[in-house]
């Protein structure tokens, strides 16, 4: 089986041990707040793109809250893509308690999105921890390139590489007197390996098998790069937007923006 399919049970079944109301009242926020589940340096760029009549994308979308947060801004239609039937079932039913006719979502690993989307797309989004579940970037972001139009803009917001550094709250490296201590590899090769549940998600249970990958910043610059996508933008963020408030504001990069464009 591959990691891919293990991926996938994985995030079913930890949609399954869910918090009770995980995401339920995603479509209130959404009916009374402008990009409510971004933080404000992204909101403000994502402010600063037209998105009127465009087509847009997230790849790895979870539950969709932020694409259906990126619709308010006039987008034309939208699409989220992610790998786990359960969780797109209930991006789909938020959309529909938000009344957003004109996003739809579909379930598949990204790196089999039909051809049917490929040159589809003005903007595609990725947001916190989405590439970590690929091992072969190029591959990904290949995917990204078909599916991006000429002139197509790819968005990622995610944990800096750096913070794979880091321990972690929890885990026996960490020490709250010695926050600049180094736990792990930033050339780490290994995958991570996870039974414990999505901790953001689920309680802790013994689950099945999660697998990530680290990759380095040349790495996913390289990445970009390499499938005719030309970076404009990119930003470096001394505080974290999922793991952790430990490590803010002392030093550390700790999340990224990078905005890329298709060239013609």
């Not at 938000?98 to 790196?111: D, G, R, W, Y």
């Not at 797309?121 to 072969?136: K, Q, S």
């Not at 968005?155 to 736990?183: C, K, R, S, T, Y």
Request: glycine letters at 6%; proline letters at 5%; charged letters at 25%.
């Amino acid at each position: 089986m591959s990691y891919f399919q293990k991926n996938k049970e994985a995030w079913e079944e930890a949609f399954e041990h869910r918090h009770p109301g995980w995401g339920e009242a995603n479509h209130e926020r959404l009916a009374n707040e402008e990009l409510p589940f971004f933080c404000p340096d992204i909101a403000k760029e994502l402010r600063s793109i037209d998105f009127q009549g465009k087509t847009i994308a997230q790849f790895c979308c979870n539950n969709g809250r932020e694409l259906l947060s990126l619709m308010g801004l006039g987008a034309k239609k939208g699409v989220g893509f992610d790998i786990a039937e359960n969780i797109i079932m209930q991006a789909a039913d938020t959309a529909k308690k938000a009344s957003i006719e004109n996003c739809e979502f579909v379930s598949c690993n990204i790196l089999d999105i039909p051809e049917e989307y490929y040159h589809s797309f003005d903007f595609v989004l990725f947001t916190i921890g989405a590439i970590t579940w690929f091992e072969d970037l190029n591959e990904l972001f290949q995917k990204v390139s078909d599916c991006l139009k000429p002139g197509g803009i790819l968005f990622i917001h995610d944990f800096h590489p750096v913070m794979n550094m880091l321990p972690m709250p929890g885990e026996p490296e960490f020490d709250e007197q010695h926050l600049n201590q180094i736990a792990y590899s930033y050339f780490r090769k290994e995958p991570w390996i996870e039974n414990e549940g999505m901790g953001y998600m689920s309680v802790q249970y013994p689950s099945k098998t999660f697998t990530s990958f680290s990759h380095t910043l040349s790495s996913i610059i390289n990445a970009v790069s390499g499938v005719k996508l030309h970076i404009l933008k990119m930003n470096e963020y001394d505080y974290d937007i999922g793991l952790s408030e430990v490590y803010d504001k002392k030093g550390f990069p700790l999340s990224y923006l990078l905005i890329a464009e298709k060239l013609a």
